[in-house]
């Protein structure tokens, strides 16, 4: 469990990563975002906190499920604070972007139900 855990947590950094770059100015081939420094920051942050995470995890570290259940919660709240920030108009917005936001939802959200249905692999 630990070992799936891990690989959707660090898929979640990856695109967090993607989307940080994207956000710093950067175009990735033919994917690209308009310039928000203030996402690119949010993103690599969230993107650190997933990483971490996805390390304590796969290294079966004693904090590994606060560890876990900690770098799933930061980017939740980051995506959230990000589409209602969007939402009011506080930036460009574009579908892929509104995409990216969706899946890493969606992949916190699935790495937290695996964290659930695996906590007794947790224990020490």
């Given at each position: 469990m630990h070992r799936a855990i891990g690989i959707v947590m660090l898929a979640n950094a990856a695109l967090f990563v993607f989307?940080?770059?994207?956000h710093a100015g950067l175009s990735l081939g033919p994917f690209h975002e308009p310039l928000i420094?203030?996402?690119s920051i949010v993103e690599s942050l969230c993107a650190l906190a997933l990483i971490w995470g996805a390390v304590s995890v796969l290294g079966d570290s004693?904090?590994?499920?606060?560890?876990?259940?900690?770098?799933?919660?930061i980017p939740i709240a980051g995506v959230i604070v990000g589409m209602v920030a969007l939402g009011l108009g506080r930036g460009p917005r574009t579908w892929t972007n509104d995409m990216y936001h969706r899946v890493?939802?969606?992949l916190s959200g699935a790495a937290l139900v695996l964290?659930?249905?695996g906590r007794k692999a947790f224990s020490h």
């Open positions: 989307g940080a770059v994207q420094v203030p996402a004693r904090i590994a499920f606060v560890a876990a259940v900690s770098a799933n919660l890493m939802l969606a964290i659930i249905i």
